[in-house]
Protein backbone atom coordinates (compact mmCIF):
# COMPACT_ATOMS: atom_id res chain seq x y z
CA UNK A 1 0.00 0.00 0.00
CA UNK A 2 1.45 3.65 -0.53
CA UNK A 3 1.29 5.75 2.91
CA UNK A 4 1.17 9.23 3.92
CA UNK A 5 2.88 10.63 6.85
CA UNK A 6 1.72 13.87 7.71
CA UNK A 7 4.40 14.48 11.34
CA UNK A 8 6.37 17.47 12.52
CA UNK A 9 8.23 15.53 14.76
CA UNK A 10 11.41 13.79 13.27
CA UNK A 11 11.49 10.85 15.59
CA UNK A 12 8.03 9.56 15.19
CA UNK A 13 7.83 10.68 11.71
CA UNK A 14 11.07 8.11 11.01
CA UNK A 15 10.12 5.16 13.75
CA UNK A 16 6.32 4.41 11.47
CA UNK A 17 8.39 5.05 8.02
CA UNK A 18 11.12 2.20 9.04
CA UNK A 19 7.86 0.88 10.19
CA UNK A 20 5.89 0.92 7.19
CA UNK A 21 9.11 -0.05 5.14
CA UNK A 22 9.80 -3.33 6.87
CA UNK A 23 6.36 -4.35 5.91
CA UNK A 24 6.37 -3.71 2.38
CA UNK A 25 4.52 -0.15 2.21
CA UNK A 26 5.93 2.89 -0.01
CA UNK A 27 6.12 5.90 2.44
CA UNK A 28 6.06 9.60 1.70
CA UNK A 29 6.02 12.07 4.07
CA UNK A 30 5.19 15.57 4.81
CA UNK A 31 6.27 17.80 7.91
CA UNK A 32 4.13 20.89 7.46
CA UNK A 33 0.44 21.66 6.16
CA UNK A 34 1.77 22.79 2.97
CA UNK A 35 3.67 19.76 2.12
CA UNK A 36 1.26 17.97 3.60
CA UNK A 37 -1.50 20.06 0.98
CA UNK A 38 1.64 18.96 -1.80
CA UNK A 39 1.89 15.41 -0.96
CA UNK A 40 -2.22 14.74 -1.35
CA UNK A 41 -2.12 15.79 -5.29
CA UNK A 42 -0.83 11.89 -5.13
CA UNK A 43 -2.42 9.35 -4.82
CA UNK A 44 -2.66 7.27 -1.17
CA UNK A 45 -3.94 4.45 0.28
CA UNK A 46 -3.11 5.26 4.05
CA UNK A 47 -2.73 8.93 5.86
CA UNK A 48 -1.14 9.08 8.87
CA UNK A 49 -1.66 12.83 10.41
CA UNK A 50 -0.43 14.53 13.63
CA UNK A 51 -2.91 16.88 15.10
CA UNK A 52 0.23 19.10 15.46
CA UNK A 53 0.60 19.11 11.17
CA UNK A 54 -1.80 22.29 11.22
CA UNK A 55 -0.84 25.36 13.55
CA UNK A 56 -4.37 26.85 13.75
CA UNK A 57 -7.33 23.78 13.67
CA UNK A 58 -6.43 20.34 12.64
CA UNK A 59 -9.89 19.54 12.02
CA UNK A 60 -10.69 21.72 9.63
CA UNK A 61 -8.28 20.21 7.54
CA UNK A 62 -9.25 16.77 7.90
CA UNK A 63 -12.13 17.89 7.02
CA UNK A 64 -10.74 19.39 3.96
CA UNK A 65 -8.73 16.48 3.29
CA UNK A 66 -11.83 14.07 3.31
CA UNK A 67 -13.98 16.96 0.90
CA UNK A 68 -10.65 16.94 -1.21
CA UNK A 69 -10.45 13.07 -1.58
CA UNK A 70 -13.09 11.01 -0.52
CA UNK A 71 -12.87 7.97 1.44
CA UNK A 72 -9.59 6.93 0.00
CA UNK A 73 -6.80 7.56 1.63
CA UNK A 74 -7.84 6.00 5.42
CA UNK A 75 -7.03 8.31 7.69
CA UNK A 76 -5.24 7.36 10.93
CA UNK A 77 -4.90 10.55 13.72
CA UNK A 78 -1.40 10.11 15.17
CA UNK A 79 -1.99 10.56 19.12
CA UNK A 80 0.33 10.57 22.21
CA UNK A 81 -1.40 8.23 24.72
CA UNK A 82 -2.14 11.76 27.24
CA UNK A 83 -4.15 13.12 24.30
CA UNK A 84 -6.83 10.82 23.81
CA UNK A 85 -9.32 13.47 24.23
CA UNK A 86 -8.74 14.16 20.84
CA UNK A 87 -9.96 11.67 19.21
CA UNK A 88 -13.81 11.62 19.69
CA UNK A 89 -14.33 15.13 17.67
CA UNK A 90 -11.67 13.42 14.78
CA UNK A 91 -13.70 10.10 14.53
CA UNK A 92 -16.88 12.36 14.36
CA UNK A 93 -15.17 14.62 11.08
CA UNK A 94 -13.50 12.36 9.18
CA UNK A 95 -10.92 9.87 10.84
CA UNK A 96 -11.41 6.59 10.71
CA UNK A 97 -9.24 5.27 13.13
CA UNK A 98 -6.36 6.28 15.58
CA UNK A 99 -2.84 4.89 16.64
CA UNK A 100 -1.10 5.92 20.09
CA UNK A 101 2.51 6.86 20.37
CA UNK A 102 5.32 6.24 20.71
CA UNK A 103 4.30 3.14 17.77
CA UNK A 104 5.36 -0.19 17.84
CA UNK A 105 5.58 -2.57 14.44
CA UNK A 106 2.33 -5.24 16.33
CA UNK A 107 0.22 -1.80 16.96
CA UNK A 108 0.50 -0.68 12.81
CA UNK A 109 0.70 -3.76 11.32
CA UNK A 110 -2.88 -4.54 12.81
CA UNK A 111 -3.74 -0.98 12.29
CA UNK A 112 -3.13 -1.10 8.61
CA UNK A 113 -3.87 -4.74 7.90
CA UNK A 114 -7.46 -3.42 9.01
CA UNK A 115 -7.24 -0.55 6.60
CA UNK A 116 -6.53 -2.59 4.24
CA UNK A 117 -9.63 -5.17 4.48
CA UNK A 118 -12.00 -1.95 5.31
CA UNK A 119 -10.85 -0.51 1.50
CA UNK A 120 -11.45 -3.79 -0.14
CA UNK A 121 -14.67 -4.28 1.95
CA UNK A 122 -15.60 -0.39 0.79
CA UNK A 123 -15.24 -1.74 -3.12
CA UNK A 124 -17.49 -5.05 -2.44
CA UNK A 125 -20.42 -2.93 -0.96
CA UNK A 126 -20.67 -1.75 -4.65
CA UNK A 127 -19.41 -5.36 -6.11
CA UNK A 128 -22.39 -7.17 -4.11
CA UNK A 129 -24.73 -3.89 -4.99
CA UNK A 130 -25.56 -3.98 -1.07
CA UNK A 131 -24.94 -1.68 1.53
CA UNK A 132 -26.67 -1.76 4.59
CA UNK A 133 -26.00 1.43 5.92
CA UNK A 134 -28.06 2.94 2.58
CA UNK A 135 -30.74 0.59 2.79
CA UNK A 136 -31.76 2.32 6.65
CA UNK A 137 -30.77 5.64 5.52
CA UNK A 138 -33.86 4.85 2.84
CA UNK A 139 -36.00 3.57 5.18
CA UNK A 140 -35.18 6.58 7.68
CA UNK A 141 -36.73 8.56 4.78
CA UNK A 142 -40.09 6.16 4.89
CA UNK A 143 -39.97 7.32 8.80
CA UNK A 144 -39.39 10.98 8.30
CA UNK A 145 -42.64 10.75 5.91
CA UNK A 146 -44.70 8.99 7.82
CA UNK A 147 -43.71 11.43 10.49
CA UNK A 148 -44.59 14.12 8.70
CA UNK A 149 -47.74 12.36 7.80
CA UNK A 150 -48.90 12.36 11.03
CA UNK A 151 -47.83 15.97 11.64
CA UNK A 152 -50.29 17.01 8.66
CA UNK A 153 -53.28 14.81 9.67
CA UNK A 154 -53.10 16.01 13.62
CA UNK A 155 -53.86 19.89 11.96
CA UNK A 156 -56.40 18.77 10.03
CA UNK A 157 -58.58 16.69 12.23
CA UNK A 158 -61.74 18.64 11.45
CA UNK A 159 -61.73 17.87 8.71
CA UNK A 160 -63.83 14.87 7.21
CA UNK A 161 -62.18 11.21 5.61
CA UNK A 162 -58.77 11.98 8.06
CA UNK A 163 -59.83 8.70 10.00
CA UNK A 164 -58.67 6.56 7.43
CA UNK A 165 -55.90 8.06 7.13
CA UNK A 166 -54.64 8.26 10.65
CA UNK A 167 -55.35 4.70 10.89
CA UNK A 168 -53.53 3.61 7.45
CA UNK A 169 -50.53 5.38 8.80
CA UNK A 170 -50.34 4.39 12.40
CA UNK A 171 -50.57 0.88 11.22
CA UNK A 172 -47.78 1.54 8.29
CA UNK A 173 -45.35 3.40 11.43
CA UNK A 174 -45.66 0.00 13.34
CA UNK A 175 -44.57 -2.25 10.60
CA UNK A 176 -41.62 -0.36 9.58
CA UNK A 177 -40.33 1.21 12.85
CA UNK A 178 -41.10 -2.11 14.75
CA UNK A 179 -40.71 -5.12 12.83
CA UNK A 180 -38.41 -3.95 9.95
CA UNK A 181 -36.25 -1.42 10.33
CA UNK A 182 -35.05 -1.48 14.18
CA UNK A 183 -34.85 -5.35 13.44
CA UNK A 184 -32.54 -5.02 10.98
CA UNK A 185 -30.43 -2.00 12.69
CA UNK A 186 -30.75 -4.45 15.69
CA UNK A 187 -28.53 -7.14 13.63
CA UNK A 188 -26.00 -3.71 12.06
CA UNK A 189 -25.14 -2.78 15.78
CA UNK A 190 -24.45 -6.53 17.12
CA UNK A 191 -21.85 -6.74 13.87
CA UNK A 192 -20.48 -3.62 14.86
CA UNK A 193 -20.06 -4.05 18.28
CA UNK A 194 -18.29 -7.53 17.91
CA UNK A 195 -15.91 -6.06 15.44
CA UNK A 196 -15.19 -2.62 17.40
CA UNK A 197 -14.43 -4.91 21.04
CA UNK A 198 -11.99 -6.71 18.70
CA UNK A 199 -9.96 -3.77 18.05
CA UNK A 200 -11.00 -1.85 20.94
CA UNK A 201 -11.70 -3.98 24.07
CA UNK A 202 -14.92 -3.50 25.74
CA UNK A 203 -17.01 -0.84 24.73
CA UNK A 204 -17.98 0.46 28.49
CA UNK A 205 -14.06 1.02 28.82
CA UNK A 206 -13.31 2.91 25.72
CA UNK A 207 -14.28 6.68 24.97
CA UNK A 208 -14.32 5.64 21.08
CA UNK A 209 -18.01 5.23 21.75
CA UNK A 210 -19.23 7.65 24.32
CA UNK A 211 -20.71 10.42 21.65
CA UNK A 212 -21.92 7.83 19.22
CA UNK A 213 -23.89 7.36 22.13
CA UNK A 214 -24.62 3.44 21.63
CA UNK A 215 -26.41 2.80 25.03
CA UNK A 216 -28.71 6.26 24.66
CA UNK A 217 -29.30 4.67 20.28
CA UNK A 218 -30.57 1.42 22.00
CA UNK A 219 -32.51 3.19 24.56
CA UNK A 220 -34.31 5.40 21.82
CA UNK A 221 -35.55 2.43 19.78
CA UNK A 222 -37.25 1.19 22.77
CA UNK A 223 -39.27 4.66 23.41
CA UNK A 224 -39.69 4.79 19.82
CA UNK A 225 -41.22 1.18 19.53
CA UNK A 226 -43.66 2.00 22.39
CA UNK A 227 -44.11 5.46 21.16
CA UNK A 228 -45.48 3.68 17.97
CA UNK A 229 -47.73 1.36 19.96
CA UNK A 230 -49.40 4.21 21.89
CA UNK A 231 -49.96 5.91 18.74
CA UNK A 232 -51.58 2.79 17.45
CA UNK A 233 -53.57 2.50 20.64
CA UNK A 234 -54.53 6.02 21.03
CA UNK A 235 -55.78 6.44 16.98
CA UNK A 236 -58.22 3.26 17.64
CA UNK A 237 -59.63 4.56 20.97
CA UNK A 238 -60.78 7.70 19.09
CA UNK A 239 -61.80 6.08 16.00
CA UNK A 240 -64.32 3.65 17.77
CA UNK A 241 -65.36 7.24 20.52
CA UNK A 242 -63.51 6.06 23.29
CA UNK A 243 -60.66 8.45 23.32
CA UNK A 244 -59.95 12.04 22.29
CA UNK A 245 -57.92 12.93 19.31
CA UNK A 246 -55.84 15.24 22.09
CA UNK A 247 -54.33 11.97 23.45
CA UNK A 248 -53.39 10.95 19.83
CA UNK A 249 -52.00 14.61 19.43
CA UNK A 250 -49.90 13.91 22.70
CA UNK A 251 -48.62 10.87 21.16
CA UNK A 252 -47.31 11.96 18.05
CA UNK A 253 -45.95 14.89 19.34
CA UNK A 254 -43.76 12.93 21.61
CA UNK A 255 -43.04 10.38 18.17
CA UNK A 256 -42.03 13.15 16.65
CA UNK A 257 -39.65 15.24 19.01
CA UNK A 258 -37.82 12.27 19.25
CA UNK A 259 -37.73 10.42 15.92
CA UNK A 260 -36.32 13.30 13.60
CA UNK A 261 -32.94 13.61 16.26
CA UNK A 262 -32.79 10.01 16.48
CA UNK A 263 -32.02 9.58 12.94
CA UNK A 264 -29.68 12.69 12.76
CA UNK A 265 -28.00 11.36 15.36
CA UNK A 266 -27.36 7.90 13.49
CA UNK A 267 -26.53 9.01 10.44
CA UNK A 268 -24.28 12.03 11.38
CA UNK A 269 -22.53 10.08 13.95
CA UNK A 270 -23.21 6.15 13.90
CA UNK A 271 -23.16 5.30 10.69
CA UNK A 272 -20.68 6.84 9.47
CA UNK A 273 -18.65 4.80 12.75
CA UNK A 274 -20.36 1.79 11.72
CA UNK A 275 -19.35 1.51 8.06
CA UNK A 276 -15.70 1.57 9.17
CA UNK A 277 -16.04 -1.82 11.27
CA UNK A 278 -17.62 -3.36 8.82
CA UNK A 279 -15.96 -6.41 6.89
CA UNK A 280 -16.15 -7.85 3.47
CA UNK A 281 -16.94 -11.37 5.10
CA UNK A 282 -19.42 -9.51 7.32
CA UNK A 283 -21.60 -8.37 4.27
CA UNK A 284 -22.98 -11.95 3.14
CA UNK A 285 -24.22 -12.50 6.51
CA UNK A 286 -25.88 -9.29 6.67
CA UNK A 287 -27.69 -8.71 3.52
CA UNK A 288 -28.84 -12.82 4.25
CA UNK A 289 -30.52 -11.14 7.05
CA UNK A 290 -31.91 -8.06 5.57
CA UNK A 291 -32.60 -10.03 2.75
CA UNK A 292 -35.09 -12.72 4.75
CA UNK A 293 -36.75 -10.17 6.99
CA UNK A 294 -37.88 -7.74 3.60
CA UNK A 295 -39.00 -11.18 2.40
CA UNK A 296 -41.00 -12.13 5.08
CA UNK A 297 -42.22 -8.61 4.76
CA UNK A 298 -42.68 -8.19 1.42
CA UNK A 299 -46.17 -7.76 0.58
CA UNK A 300 -46.90 -5.56 3.86
CA UNK A 301 -43.99 -3.56 2.49
CA UNK A 302 -45.48 -2.80 -1.01
CA UNK A 303 -48.66 -1.85 0.84
CA UNK A 304 -47.02 0.35 2.86
CA UNK A 305 -45.23 2.20 0.56
CA UNK A 306 -48.50 2.66 -1.20
CA UNK A 307 -50.62 3.95 2.15
CA UNK A 308 -47.66 6.89 2.68
CA UNK A 309 -48.10 8.07 -1.18
CA UNK A 310 -52.07 7.53 -0.61
CA UNK A 311 -52.17 9.52 2.73
CA UNK A 312 -49.40 12.22 1.40
CA UNK A 313 -51.83 12.55 -1.99
CA UNK A 314 -54.95 12.99 0.53
CA UNK A 315 -53.20 15.40 2.74
CA UNK A 316 -51.67 17.31 -0.40
CA UNK A 317 -47.73 16.80 0.87
CA UNK A 318 -44.91 16.86 -2.19
CA UNK A 319 -42.84 13.89 -1.01
CA UNK A 320 -38.94 13.73 -2.45
Known amino acids: MKCLIAERKRTSRSLLTKILKSMGH ?28 SKENSIELIQDIRRLKGEIPYIFLTVPEDKKERLIPALENGVDDFMVKPFDRDQVKTRVDRAERIIKGRETFE ?28 SKTKEKGNERTLNWIADSSFLLDTKIHHEKENFLMMNFLENAIKVHGEVSKSKLFNRAS ?90 LHKQIKAAEDVLGIKSE
Not at 127 to 154: C, M, S, T, W
Not at 264 to 280: C, T
Not at 282 to 301: A, C, V
Open 26 to 53: GVDSAVDEEELLDELKKDHDNLFISPSI
Open 214 to 303: LKSVDEEHDELEQLVENIQVSVGNYLDGSGQIELVKDNIDSYSALVYPHIDREERFLFPLIKKYLYQEDLSELKGRFDTINEEKSEELDK
Open 127 to 154: EIDFDPVFELGEEHKLLERIANVFQVIV
